[in-house]
């Protein structure tokens, strides 16, 4: 007999910054009884090099089986389609389950796919919307939707106000989709995230109280908002999933021996990792100045190239690395454990483009960061490691959009060596300590999860 209490379909957007929370969020729902299905794409499928075994997985159609988005032409195409054909394929696979007696109660959907609330609508099931970026971010996106700011700000808006947040935002720190040829669609498809949110049951954060305690209480005025993150593997945090040490789910092969052996190799908080995680694409110009500043800055480096990157390197630049005279003093990688490397006690420091997962790991392994922002949320988030949590710094652009090797190394050395890099250091291990606690029992994460679990019980018994 099922021991399961209620079952929860997962409907993820199809790239992996967004499925890994909402898995690591259905494995802490597993482990308090609830039955979890989880249905990506079945191109999304297809490409995964690695799939997780601890939940059940059902795939559904974006209309585009063969290569998902990269199929499509445009996100306009691929998101029209996506929303037709994934409304029948989600909509028959609900009614594929309630046959073979696994009833679904409630879908969490990614409100990029805000069309799910209709098909749960249709069935009778509750839904609660499940935001992958933090709530500073998806306040900016919701004035944008009620018409109150704009994306991208009007040139003059040096300094813009935004309800609810007590920080200075300056045009330069808010979501930026300018390096993108369909940046209004991708504006409108950030904003239409709202678009059937008076709607849903639940609106789900992946962030956590403690770090954006204003807002947060700010927009619960408007949405029933519940943070139930930091969504990384229990065993980097609480410790209470014993079999949750990794996502589980990945589109690229991690070089983990070769990074793991050289790091042993190093002494403590000694390595800067760089990494720009899975789909930021730096020009030439931008990826030689980097290379040379973290030559310059004569720290020893563990950096992801992902493969497709790898021709942007400077010509010389992994012989010149072999040839020095400590030919220790860089790792250049294909792809790594990201956890695990961000974990290991030689690592003093973390170059990120502040993608929101990175963003959160770092915070939750206690590893302060120089950032350097390319697009989407990454500004925002860049602000908020600099000026809220003081746990980074922020390496500026210059006018022609590019940060110099002189910037990169001078950031670098700020926070591994320098005195205001001690406390930025210290804060760093601080909100470590908090972002552990949050999820602990009877933490802030904790407690909306158990209640978000205790309400699932009650309306699927009735
Ligand atoms: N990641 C990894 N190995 C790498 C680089 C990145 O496992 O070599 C993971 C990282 O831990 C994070 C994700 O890829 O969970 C990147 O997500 P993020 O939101 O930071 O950036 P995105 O890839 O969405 O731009």
């Given at each position: 007999m099922s021991t399961h209490k209620a079952h929860c379909l997962i409907l993820p957007y199809p790239v992996q910054g967004h499925i890994n929370p909402m898995l690591q969020f259905s494995k802490r729902l597993q482990s308090k009884c609830v039955k979890i299905t989880i249905a990506p794409t079945k191109s999304f499928l297809k490409n995964m090099k690695e799939l997780p075994t601890s939940v059940s997985i059902e795939a559904i159609s974006d209309g585009y089986d063969d290569d998902g988005i990269n199929q499509a032409k445009t996100y306009e195409s691929y998101l029209a389609r996506f929303k037709e054909v994934g409304s029948d394929t989600l909509a028959q696979l609900i009614q594929k389950l309630a046959k073979s007696g696994c009833h679904v109660?409630?879908?969490?959907?990614?409100?990029?796919?805000?069309?799910?609330?209709?098909?749960?609508?249709?069935?009778?099931?509750?839904?609660?919307?499940?935001?992958?970026?933090?709530?500073?971010v998806d306040n900016i996106y919701y004035h944008v939707h009620k018409g109150v700011i704009k994306l991208p700000p009007t040139k003059n808006d040096e300094k813009i106000l935004i309800p609810g947040l007590s920080c200075t935002i300056e045009s330069s720190d808010v979501p930026s989709f300018e390096s993108s040829p369909e940046s209004d669609k991708l504006v409108e498809l950030l904003v239409n995230q709202f678009s059937n949110l008076d709607k849903v049951d639940w609106v789900l954060i992946n962030s956590f109280y403690e770090l954006e305690k204003?807002?947060?209480?700010?927009?619960?005025?408007?949405?029933?908002?519940?943070?139930?993150?930091?969504?990384?593997?229990?065993?980097?945090?609480?410790?209470?999933?014993?079999?949750?040490?990794?996502?589980?789910?990945s589109m690229f092969k991690p070089m983990t021996n070769e990074c793991l052996n050289w790091l042993n190799h190093q002494p403590i908080s000694s390595v800067l990792y760089?990494?720009?995680?899975?789909?930021?694409?730096?020009?030439?110009?931008?990826?030689?100045?980097?290379?040379?500043?973290?030559?310059?800055?004569?720290?020893?480096?563990?950096?992801?190239?992902?493969?497709?990157?790898?021709?942007?390197?400077?010509?010389?630049?992994?012989?010149?690395?072999?040839?020095?005279?400590?030919?220790?003093?860089?790792?250049?990688?294909?792809?790594?454990?990201?956890?695990?490397?961000?974990?290991?006690?030689?690592?003093?420091?973390?170059?990120?483009?502040?993608?929101?997962?990175?963003?959160?790991?770092?915070?939750?392994?206690?590893?302060?960061?120089?950032t350097m922002p390319q697009w989407s949320d990454q500004p925002t988030n860049a602000k908020l490691v600099k000026d809220v949590w003081e746990i980074g710094v922020r390496a500026k652009q210059d006018e022609k959009g590019i940060v110099r090797r002189e910037v990169i190394e001078e950031c670098i050395k700020l926070v591994m060596e320098e005195d205001k890099g001690k406390l930025i250091r210290e804060n760093a291990k601080k909100w470590k300590e908090i972002a552990r606690n949050v999820v602990d029992e009877g933490g802030s994460s904790d407690k909306n999860i158990e209640e978000f679990v205790s309400k699932l019980m009650t309306i699927s018994s009735k």
């Open positions: 109660n409630c879908i969490v959907y990614d409100p990029f796919l805000p069309w799910a609330v209709e098909v749960a609508k249709q069935f009778g099931l509750i839904s609660a919307a499940f935001f992958t970026q933090n709530c500073v204003e807002v947060i209480d700010w927009m619960s005025k408007i949405y029933p908002i519940k943070t139930i993150g930091p969504t990384i593997p229990s065993m980097y945090l609480d410790k209470r999933l014993h079999d949750d040490k990794e996502y589980g789910l760089v990494s720009f995680g899975s789909l930021a694409k730096l020009g030439s110009e931008q990826m030689e100045e980097l290379a040379w500043g973290l030559k310059n800055s004569n720290k020893s480096f563990l950096w992801v190239v992902r493969s497709t990157e790898e021709s942007k390197l400077p010509k010389n630049f992994l012989e010149e690395l072999k040839l020095t005279s400590d030919n220790n003093k860089g790792l250049v990688v294909s792809w790594c454990p990201q956890l695990q490397v961000l974990e290991h006690e030689s690592i003093g420091c973390f170059l990120t483009h502040c993608g929101w997962n990175s963003t959160l790991e770092a915070i939750s392994l206690g590893v302060p960061m120089v």
